[in-house]
């Protein structure tokens, strides 16, 4: 379990105003992974959720967890019949691969050779998900934060909305080329001792509220940080929908947007998107 003391200044919920607005809005990054708990130790949540009309989140938390969802994204994990994992590595290259997977999932009893059918994101997606569970190991994927602040934030009469739906999450997350998911799974097999330190890094980032941190983890080449496409396609070209979007539903109606911790900072972040727009961005205290 990674220990950190909080940074004085909160540096994940940040207030915008100015422009025009009547009332503030409020931008929240979030840690996929982390616990609900995590809210109460964010200054100024409870004003954020007070005071906004909705709260907007990248998927709306009924889809996050519905039955339908999981079985959307199960099916979207499976890969071609040309493309199982036998078929798109040498016998060396698989034996690489097996022996980090089993470093994950060995101690269950689950094998690689089990995994055959499905597409290289989804066996990267599982194993970031057990580095995670290293770090908060009693998850509990019905109470994390991403669920939990729009929760808080329908208990006291504020709805929720969305950026994106299911079907464009999967898009993003399961139909890159087949031979970009099997490079990048193998890069991450070979490195991966270093992603576990940068996993390490990135959750004490998080939980100690540190922007600048996150974004330098992000940014790193040996993680793909210099890889412009998939960055604008992962985080920027998000960022700069999503803003587009909140700049028409800002004036009418306060809001609470709660998204990755990863799409705030930087220049095409969207904090300085929003300060581009002529807004007022500071964090809470």
């Not at 994992?85 to 050779?113: H, Q, R, T």
């Not at 991403?146 to 969305?162: F, H, I, K, M």
């Not at 999967?170 to 799974?185: G, H, R, V, Y």
Request: with cysteine; aromatic share 6%; net charge negative.
């Amino acid at each position: 379990m990674v220990l950190v003391a909080l940074a004085t200044q909160a540096q994940l919920l940040w207030q915008v105003s100015g422009n025009g607005l009547g009332r503030p809005s409020y931008i929240m990054g979030t840690y996929h992974f982390a616990p609900a708990s995590m809210m109460d130790k964010i200054p100024g949540m409870e004003q954020a959720i007070n005071g906004c009309d909705i709260v907007i989140g990248e998927l709306e938390k009924e889809s996050m967890v519905s039955a339908e969802s999981q079985a959307m994204a199960a099916q979207a994990m499976i890969a071609p019949l040309d493309s199982t994992l036998d078929k798109l590595y040498s016998p060396e290259e698989y034996s690489v691969i097996e022996e980090v997977f089993n470093k994950y999932f060995g101690n269950m009893g689950v094998k690689l050779s089990q995994m055959n059918n499905l597409k290289p994101v989804a066996i990267s997606t599982q194993m970031q998900a057990m580095q995670a569970i290293r770090y908060f190991p009693n998850m509990d994927v019905n109470s994390l934060i991403d669920v939990g602040v729009q929760t808080r934030a329908n208990e006291v009469g504020r709805p929720s909305l969305a950026f994106e739906t299911v079907e464009e999450q999967i898009d993003m997350l399961f139909n890159s080329p087949m031979t970009e998911q099997a490079k990048d799974l193998l890069e991450a097999c070979k490195k991966d001792e270093f992603f576990q330190v940068q996993s390490a890094a990135l959750v004490e980032a998080y939980m100690a509220q540190d922007l600048s941190k996150i974004e330098s983890i992000i940014s790193d080449p040996e993680l793909g940080g210099d890889n412009d496409e998939s960055l604008d396609a992962l985080l920027y070209d998000r960022n700069r929908h999503w803003v587009a979007k909140l700049v028409k539903i800002m004036p009418e109606r306060a809001c609470l947007v709660c998204v990755g911790a990863g799409h705030l900072p930087g220049a095409q972040g969207l904090l300085q998107l929003l300060r581009d727009r002529g807004y007022s961005v500071e964090p809470m205290q």
